[in-house]
């Protein structure tokens, strides 16, 4: 394609859009024309055929320009035509956190803002609903306003801005935290991520519960520099879990409690709750004033941005499209505006917000450069006063207009800015004529999209206050910038309702801990066999229901492996309506001396901090065995020692400790004496009728899965089912679990077999012949001895005895 060939098709595209603009982006451009010179002589022809078609392009194309630039191309003659045309105010409208996210209150929501506007530090819960779309944006906003806030004190060092994972702390050799002399910068964000968040609210396992205590404590280092050390603002994000994921688990009381705890740490602590689970529920006129938002954000307010991008990602191409317009402005500076302009020791942002009035006061307003000045000095003399004020405006029109420029940079941090704006301009008023028609505001659009409260309040008293002083028709304007039309831009505050009068602020809620307020999944019900062992747990259960305490120290399981203890264990600690938490020795044990104590007295912290829990330790001989084993060194000692110290604080924190083993014997005797694991409770392998309950119970499930993927059902009955239990010697409930799983991939892969009584009994003979059973007679003869030594009788023994002809 030729260079006029796609001349042709902008000026179509242009025509069928009313003559308003069309965007092409620069990749585009180079990939369809074809060029023999060189790229810089390929942008010189190109400007010359734009020039020749009444043609031009923003912004201003050159050599250096990225390639996955838009370029917005419009006829000259469309500019010129409504050059002289006021520019059209712009609506303001409420910020993406209000759109976004739910507040408890329109308080609330003010003072989450009032919070922002401040030097304080600020933590804040984000909880999504299903997608997180938006957490990177509120990284970028809050980075927007630490950026704002060093302007304020003239620090303009904007490398400095990071965002620190705290799980990147480095450590010594025993895992202890050694922050790094760097951690503690100003003005950072630091970040739990989700990850973090999931082993803290979520987890149930020892990993997961020493992560959460490493947690608990950066946070308290953390609150420390927050409360005492730091006078600076910084924020903390905290990324929770999804409200699907929390729910599914019961954890809502966790995470509200974690808040609460937060909460009276930290000076100033938020919850974010999205209103939308994904971006595509966002109602259209909702998502297109969070772009108008972000779009005055980022200071290109009539950028014609595409609604169906991601809001990261719409973010982002705004970031870069002011920053090339931002580095291209001076390219595309008219001179004779620019031999205008004025100034000392201002910084750039003054400069381009005086060159944007200049044009707009030029170009759209239509006075003649010749009548507009800058830095200026005027007087009026005051006879009440007997004195000549003086005063430099930024910008003047013949006495009609002047322009005041605010990029609030040296702002002092113990003062109100807005407080200190109005003031510095009615001292500057003191000089302006009576003849002054109207007041230009030009402040900078982050301003005008984040603080528009306090501007809006500062219109009105200026110009209630100017009005009594000078001309009582004067009109006040805020304006912001237009960084790709080099204009200034009127606002309108209309939409824009002011913070209601202060309301009394709640303390935070702490979480009434209490058992049974969680919702049940795992139930007795679903735990087949194991009659009498629930038996004896459902008198703890109505104990509890009686509101009761349990009076226990623990509780042990001691049985044979593949037989039920953790599952039991589950199901009771939902019966009991507690969080549960699991460990085993490999959760704990470390290499270092004294570490794995240490992670012990985590778990049992978390434990406790998120009470009514229960704490179920599996293997519990390898982690409790004997201090009299002679082949026990110190620090397996030392771990026991620590063990014993925190069950001796389990009952008043409201947490019950399960033990299993499946060796009673090898415990060292502190830890099976009263006050430590009380009661000891034998777990029995299923006899023949439960060996029938558990099969019947696994085949059901597996007729449901085949129905709901149309596959043919195991037409099975209770006969049946009581046949199998009685050849299934010696099988425990595991087992069973195995062998239906089979039959699952045989039903699923439609092979002819699965159906077959037959060949399920024989694939169970040949499991019990090939040696594939999770006991072995040695085994359940030493369960027996141990249930024996305890005093433990039940039918369920001589029951063993006969199956296994002991």
């Known amino acids: 394609m030729k260079i006029q060939t796609f001349i042709q ?37 190109f400007h010359d055929a734009l020039q020749k078609n009444n043609l031009e392009v923003s912004p201003a194309l050159t050599a250096d320009t990225p390639k996955d630039s838009w370029l917005s191309f419009r006829l000259q003659a469309t500019v010129q035509t409504t050059q002289t045309q006021p520019l059209a105010p712009l609506e303001v ?83 202890n935290d050694q922050p790094s002399n760097n951690v503690w910068t100003f003005y950072d964000i630091y970040n739990f991520s989700q990850k973090n968040l999931e082993q803290v609210v979520l987890g149930e396992n020892g990993a997961a519960l020493i992560q959460a205590e490493h947690f608990h404590n ?15 603002p910084f924020y903390v994000l905290f990324k929770c879990p999804t409200r699907a994921q929390i729910e599914a688990k019961n954890r809502e009381d966790v995470l509200e409690n974690l808040i609460a705890q937060v909460s009276q740490k930290f000076p100033h602590v938020f919850t974010l709750r999205c209103k939308y689970a994904r971006q595509s529920d966002i109602p259209a006129n909702v998502l297109e004033a969070i772009y108008q938002h972000f779009q005055l954000l980022l200071e290109l307010p009539h950028y014609a941005l595409d609604h169906s991008l991601p809001l990261s990602n719409a973010f982002s191409l705004l970031q870069k499209t002011q920053k090339l317009a931002e580095s291209q402005l001076l390219l595309q500076m008219n001179p004779a505006i620019f031999n205008r302009m004025q100034w000392n020791y201002e910084n750039d942002e003054f400069l381009y917000l005086q060159y944007f009035t200049l044009n707009t006061l030029h170009q759209h307003q239509g006075y003649p450069l010749e009548e507009i000045s800058t830095n200026s000095n005027i007087s009026r003399y005051h006879a009440d006063e007997d004195y000549e004020f003086s005063s430099n405006p930024d910008v003047m029109v013949k006495n009609e207009v002047i322009v005041e420029i605010k990029t609030l940079s040296q702002k002092i941090r113990d003062k109100n800015i807005y407080l200190d704006l109005i003031s510095s301009i009615k001292n500057e008023s003191k000089g302006w004529k009576k003849s002054l028609k109207e007041l230009w505001l030009v402040i900078p659009g982050f301003e005008a999209a984040r603080n528009y409260y306090q501007l809006k309040k500062t219109q009105e008293v200026l110009q209630i206050s100017l009005r009594q002083t000078l001309n009582k028709r004067l009109k006040v304007k805020v304006l912001a910038p237009d960084y790709a039309q080099h204009v200034v831009v009127p606002l309108n505050f209309q939409k824009v309702t002011l913070p209601s009068p202060i309301a009394q602020v709640a303390p935070p809620k702490i979480p009434q801990q209490s058992a049974k307020s969680k919702r049940k999944t795992l139930s007795f019900a679903q735990v087949k066999g194991l009659h009498e062992e629930k038996l004896i747990l459902q008198d703890l259960i109505q104990l509890q229901d009686d509101h009761h305490q349990l009076g226990l120290g623990g509780i042990i399981f001691y049985g044979l492996s593949g037989c039920g203890k953790t599952y039991l264990s589950h199901a009771f600690a939902n019966e009991l309506g507690r969080h549960f938490f699991t460990f085993s020795p490999a959760d704990i044990q470390s290499m270092w001396i004294g570490q794995t104590q240490k992670n012990i007295k985590d778990i049992f912290s978390q434990a406790f901090s998120k009470s009514p829990s229960m704490l179920f330790m599996d293997e519990l001989e390898s982690i409790g065995f004997s201090r009299n084993n002679p082949q026990a060194h110190t620090d397996q000692k030392a771990t026991i020692n620590q063990l014993l110290i925190e069950m001796n604080n389990i009952d008043e924190n ?27 409770i034998p777990i029995f392998p299923p006899n023949s009728q439960e060996r029938a309950e558990i099969f019947q119970y696994y085949i059901e499930k597996l007729n449901e899965e085949l129905t709901q993927k149309q596959r043919n059902a195991l037409e099975m009955d209770q006969v049946f089912f009581n046949y199998l239990g009685e050849e299934s010697i010696g099988l425990t409930s595991s087992d069973i679990k195995t062998l239906i799983n089979r039959l699952r991939i045989d039903a699923l892969l439609k092979k002819t077999t699965a159906a077959s009584k037959d060949h399920l009994i024989t694939r169970i003979k040949r499991f019990i012949r090939d040696g594939q059973r999770t006991l072995k007679k040695d085994d359940v003869q030493e369960f027996i001895n141990e249930c024996e030594r305890n005093d433990q009788y039940s039918p369920k023994i001589e029951f063993l005895r006969d199956e296994w002809n002991i």
Not at 21 to 38: A, E, G, Y
Not at 218 to 232: E, I, V, W
Not at 662 to 677: C, E, P, Y
């Open 9 to 45: 098709t902008i000026l179509q595209s242009i025509q069928r859009t009313s003559g308003k603009s069309t965007r092409r982006k620069l990749s585009t451009l180079v990939d369809k024309i074809n060029f023999d010179q060189d790229y810089p002589a390929f942008i010189e022809a």
């Open 93 to 175: 409208v409420d910020d993406f956190f209000k759109h976004l996210f739910e507040f408890e209150s329109p308080e609330a929501y003010e003072q989450f803002q009032a919070t922002l506007d401040s030097f304080s530090p600020l933590a804040l819960f984000i909880i999504p609903e299903e997608d997180d779309f938006y957490s990177e944006i509120i990284e970028k906003i809050l980075s927007f306003e630490l950026l704002r806030k060093r302007q304020y004190r003239s620090d303009f060092k904007i490398g400095d801005i990071g965002q620190i994972e705290l799980t990147q702390f480095d450590t010594d050799k025993s895992g």
């Open 218 to 232: 950066r946070f308290n280092q953390l609150a420390l520099y927050a409360n005492k050390y730091y006078s600076d």
């Open 654 to 680: 409201n947490v019950l400790v399960v033990g299993a083993t499946n060796k009673i014997s090898q415990l060292d005797a502190a830890l099976k004496r009263s006050g430590r694991f009380d009661l000891k």
